[in-house]
Each structure stands twice: as C-alpha cells, then as structure tokens.
C-alpha cells in the first residue's frame, strides 16, 4: 500500500494539470491525507470500468458504515471528497480498486 502525498492546488489561480500530477495507482491500495478540501482524483486508462473503494472505519449506533464504491468507466475521470468519515486511525483513507492496470491517481488539497 502506497502513501500518496497532498498536492495543493492554489485557490487564487485554481489552474493545476491534475492528470499529469497523477501516479500509477498501488497494486495493494493506496492511502491519503482526509480533511476538508482534499480529493482523490482517479484516472482510468483502461479499457473497462475500475471500482474505487474507500474504507469507513467508523461505526453509527454502533453499525459499521458501509465502505463506498464508485465505477469509473473506461478512459473516464473521478474526482472523490476525502472527507473525514474515511479517518482511520493514522488519519488517512484506505483506498482499494478492482484493477490498477492503466490506473492513476493523486490527492489533491484545496490551498490558499
């Protein structure tokens, strides 16, 4: 499992090639920093759908919350809030995904 490292993106000029900042997703997942402001951005290269999945470690009325996956279709893009309902214990997100073939991604953190 590989950590990926916060990329700010500046709020005055909002301009950043987030593709080009992206990294061959992990093979055994990947981990990133959650807070407001931050995003997974996915890149699917492939020729059929990726599902990315990301753990909720947390629990309501004691029920485990289910961890939520999202399809990016082939050669299509996703943009997903890291929001703090993914904080494990260390304070990242685990992220898995049903292939890494042609996969890219990055964390992205809203800056000033």
Do not use: W
């Not at 020729?47 to 082939?74: C, E, F, H, Q, R």
């Not at 990242?92 to 890494?100: D, L």
């Amino acid at each position: 499992m590989a950590d990926l490292s916060l990329i700010s993106v500046p709020v005055a000029t909002g301009i950043i090639d987030v593709a080009a900042q992206a990294v061959a997703a992990a093979g055994g997942g990947d981990t990133a920093p959650v807070g407001p402001g931050r995003f997974l951005y996915v890149n699917n290269g492939s020729g059929g759908a990726i599902t990315v999945t990301l753990a909720t470690p947390g629990k309501v009325s004691g029920l485990d919350i289910t961890n939520p996956a999202m399809a990016i279709a082939a050669g299509d893009h996703a943009m997903i809030p890291l929001t703090n309902v993914f904080r494990g214990a260390n304070g990242r997100a685990v992220i898995t995904y049903s292939g890494v073939t042609t996969l890219t991604v990055a964390a992205f953190e809203l800056g000033t």
